[in-house]
């Protein structure tokens, strides 16, 4: 096979066959011109094409429409919370980043491409996680206020970073303040990991806690609930696991508060220990509520408008996070 190699830029366009392999640093280098400004809190891009052929309404950042358009030329001006920017904390940097891509139309010449865009900021000294959204949420239900989200290894703060190797934990801490209520006992009642903010029936999911209580990840990895410090308060020690490896990943739970003296089979935070079996958390004496983990749980008391007083349900949403690949 002959092939002849010309340089733009020490940025290599090779010619096979007639077969063009063009690489996108190259098409940048003569075709486009794009710049960047990294604001405090907002990102301008400015994109300026030279093909005529190109149609700069195609470009999207992340899932951002260009702010306005030109035949020649498309700008963004949009804010770092939007377009699906993803956010890292690495040392003394804090980074945004998200990708610039060209959506080609089936009949189009031009090669559809995707182009990283990042912003790197230096992380204040005083900056702590909680600055953005997928650390820690906060649900209001009647006069109650739920709280949920991933901290730090000894679970005294939020955590600093939303990136977690495969086979390390991630350590999750849910609450409940009661203002006027009795004492309340919080419990994740079901929780499942999905790649998107809200669940459809085509949602791909994978179940974490489920069968009312049950921490089924705690069966073949290092996954369990954590000694209560409170009533109010449950602490998930979760380990990563291979799913949706290297895309944004949500935990979506239902939590409930309830009455600490009316566990049963259905109320109940339950974890499996190697060489013992399902252990409650609350109270090992009474494990054998545990025992339906392996099938169904249903509670052996009458349902009635009374009962269900004695508790809450609260859907809450972690995320998004990423699992990485240690080797990648």
Same mark, same amino acid.
């Given at each position: 096979?002959?092939? /002849?190699? @010309? ?23 003569? $075709? ?23 149609? +700069? ?19 963004? $001006? ?14 003394? !940097? ?6 610039? +891509?060209?959506?080609? @139309? ?21 900056? $702590? ?8 949420? +906060? $649900?209001?239900?009647?006069?109650? %206020? ?9 679970? @005294? ?8 190797? *495969? ?8 609450? /409940? /303040? ?9 419990? *994740? ?13 085509? =949602? ?5 806690? @489920? ?9 073949? =990895? ?13 602490? *998930?020690?979760? %380990? ?44 090992? !004496? %009474? =494990? ?28 809450? /949403? ?5 699992? +990485?690949?240690?080797?990648?």
């Amino acid at each position: 096979m002959h092939c /002849v190699s @010309s340089k733009h830029l020490v940025m290599m366009v090779s010619f096979c066959q007639g077969a063009l392999l063009l690489s996108l640093a190259a098409a940048m280098a003569v $075709y486009a011109d794009m710049k960047v400004d990294c604001g405090p809190d907002f990102v301008t891009l400015m994109w300026t094409e030279s093909r005529p052929q190109a149609d +700069t309404s195609l470009l999207r950042l992340g899932n951002c429409f260009p702010t306005s358009f030109s035949a020649g030329e498309a700008y963004f $001006y949009v804010d770092l919370t939007d377009c699906n920017f993803r956010r890292l904390v690495t040392g003394d !940097a804090l980074v945004y980043s998200n990708d610039l +891509t060209y959506v080609a @139309s089936a009949d189009s010449y031009n090669l559809a491409f995707t182009h990283p865009v990042v912003c790197a900021y230096e992380r204040p000294k005083d900056w $702590y996680a909680t600055i953005y959204d997928p650390v820690f949420k +906060t $649900y209001s239900l009647g006069d109650l %206020q739920f709280n949920i989200g991933l901290m730090n290894d000894d679970f @005294s703060g939020p955590a600093e970073s939303t990136r977690f190797p *495969l086979g390390s934990i991630i350590p999750i801490m849910a609450s /409940v /303040v009661q203002e006027t209520h009795q004492p309340l006992l919080l419990l *994740l009642e079901e929780c499942v990991a999905a790649t998107t903010p809200e669940l459809y029936p085509e =949602s791909t999911m994978y179940p974490i806690i @489920s069968n009312k209580g049950c921490l089924l990840e705690s069966v073949s =990895s290092r996954s369990k609930f954590e000694p209560r410090q409170k009533s109010s308060e449950i602490r *998930l020690s979760l %380990q990563t696991f291979t799913f949706a490896m290297g895309e944004e990943v949500f935990i979506h739970c239902k939590l409930l508060a309830w009455d600490p003296n009316g566990l049963d089979s259905t109320k109940k935070a339950c974890h499996f220990v190697k060489g013992h079996g399902w252990e409650l958390l609350d109270n090992l !004496a %009474q =494990s054998n509520l545990c025992d339906c983990c392996e099938s169904k749980c249903k509670s052996r008391r009458q349902r009635s408008v009374a009962s269900e007083k004695h508790g809450m349900v609260q859907k809450a /949403v972690i995320g998004p996070f990423t699992i +990485t690949d240690v080797n990648s």
